[in-house]
């Protein structure tokens, strides 16, 4: 088995799943500088699922002078809760740009998901604990 190379990006959809925080750290990567209407984003409490439709920049494509952006939903499954820090959700003109995906364990069992935006902007997710819980 070898490394994923940029050459085997080409037109395919990208499908990517994080196993752990190690993995999350390349979703992160592959959705820095999305960008996304704030009301594009939804949390289904029921299903414990939080999903974002976005537009990222495809850095799997080959060479800088094909630099385009793609539509990408980014799902977290299990999530126990959802907190906003420094914007309106529900404001249809807010576009948020994302800066990076971290996660942080907790003693419990439980851990924490966040996402930094632009203009100091946060979105904290609540894992019950860690799963196959983040694709893209």
């Known amino acids: ?28 990567a592959m959705t820095q500088d999305a960008v996304w209407p ?16 976005l537009n990222r ?10 630099a385009e952006r793609v539509q990408s939903v980014l ?21 948020l740009s994302l800066l990076s ?3 942080t364990p907790a003693t419990d069992g439980t851990g924490a998901c966040c996402s930094l935006w632009r203009a100091m ?3 904290g997710l609540r894992w019950k604990r860690w799963k196959p819980a983040c694709a893209m």
């Open 1 to 28: 088995m070898s490394d994923a190379r940029f050459e085997d990006g080409m037109d395919k959809p990208l499908r990517l799943i994080a196993f752990d925080a190690e993995d999350l750290q390349v979703l992160s």
């Open 38 to 53: 704030a009301v594009q984003m939804v949390w289904h409490s029921k299903e414990r699922r939080f999903a974002v439709l």
């Open 57 to 66: 920049f495809r850095w799997e494509a080959r060479g800088t002078s094909q």
């Open 75 to 95: 799902s977290f499954e299990d999530v126990k809760a959802v907190q906003t820090q420094g914007f309106d959700r529900t404001d249809p003109d807010l576009i």
């Open 101 to 103: 995906i971290t996660f």
């Open 121 to 123: 902007a946060r979105y």
